[in-house]
């Protein structure tokens, strides 16, 4: 097993496949224009599968696709492909623009769970916070998802003064279409603009406004998850500044140039890529991984790194 300092298991690493994205939102990438990696600075998918092995051989047995945005990467369904054929445990993040239209190829590639960012119900809003994204196309990847994954979760980031007016449309929506969604507290990674809205106090006044109950969710990560009686939908809640839930983190992250990091919130990082690159055994990767876990710390503060959030893995 991967034991940090503290005794946490770590067992999860999240992999961004690259800092592109098909849209531009505010809180992810505050800027309009941003400069993204060259095609030689980005892992090769060959060199994430060596990293994969490496991982496994160390105890991590979940692991994310992330981005940018993952599914406008060359070759990604080849890739899954390759998750499937050694048999890993993998699932996805995606902003649902392209998903309607690779539903189909995704689930042929392998795969079975499925997150999908959404942080508005409402065409003109989610275009404003998304710089232009058209609300339809998620919503029609949203009901794509239901017919050919097991897992579907959608995300929403709730922001004060831009969309914490709709919490109640999206639990409807969730009851209504039967699905699991998980409200996130705002982090300023890089806007410098905080947007905080408490959801500890939010989960009290939807718990008992929509008579939620306790739910045991298999593969929620930090989120804090209810539904109703009928059981229909999950409602979670994932609090890092209200409720922190550090003494739980399993998880490690893998930049889409190579970099481990062992926090969201913190700087440090160490080259997995120059490592590989440069003819590291898999001794050696491992040994890097293991580096990685020690360096996590107890806990955050929140003084954030300020980065785009799309250059980390979301």
């Not at 051989?57 to 945005?69: A, S, V, Y």
């Not at 997150?115 to 990847?141: K, P, Q, Y």
């Not at 409200?183 to 008992?208: N, P, Q, T």
């Not at 009686?229 to 190579?258: H, M, Q, Y």
Request: charged share 25%; net charge positive; aromatic share 8%.
């Amino acid at each position: 097993m991967l034991v940090d300092r503290f005794g946490r298991v770590i067992d999860y690493l999240r992999i961004s496949v690259t800092d592109h994205c098909n849209l531009n939102c505010i809180y992810c990438r505050p800027h309009s224009q941003i400069e993204h990696l060259s095609h030689a600075e980005i892992l090769r998918y060959e060199e994430i599968l060596e990293i994969i092995e490496a991982a496994r051989e160390l105890g991590i047995k979940k692991f994310r696709i992330t981005g940018g945005e993952p599914l406008v990467r060359r070759g990604l369904l080849g890739f899954l492909k390759k998750l499937k054929e050694i048999d890993l445990d993998f699932s996805l993040t995606t902003n649902g623009i392209l998903v309607s239209a690779m539903a189909s190829d995704l689930s042929r590639a392998g795969l079975k769970k499925i997150n999908i960012s959404l942080d508005s119900l409402r065409a003109d809003r989610f275009s404003r916070i998304t710089r232009g994204g058209e609300l339809s196309r998620v919503l029609e990847g949203i009901e794509k998802s239901q017919k050919f994954f097991s897992t579907v979760k959608i995300n929403t980031v709730v922001m004060a003064g831009i969309n914490d007016d709709e919490i109640d449309d999206f639990v409807a929506m969730a009851f209504n279409r039967g699905l699991q969604i998980r409200f996130i507290e705002f982090m300023d990674l890089c806007s410098g603009e905080d947007r905080f809205v408490s959801l500890k106090e939010v989960k009290k006044r939807l718990i008992a406004e929509w008579k939620l109950i306790p739910a045991a969710v298999q593969g929620s990560g930090p989120s804090d998850n209810y539904t109703n009686a009928g059981g229909k939908a999950v409602v979670g809640f994932i609090t890092p500044r209200s409720e922190p839930f550090c003494c739980r983190c399993n998880r490690l992250r893998l930049t889409a140039d190579g970099k481990l990091k062992a926090c969201l919130a913190s700087a440090q990082k160490l080259d997995i890529k120059a490592a590989l690159r440069n003819g590291a055994s898999r001794e050696g990767l491992k040994a890097l991984f293991q580096e990685a876990a020690q360096q996590k710390s107890q806990g955050h503060n929140f003084k954030f790194e300020r980065i785009a959030m799309s250059s980390i893995g979301g």
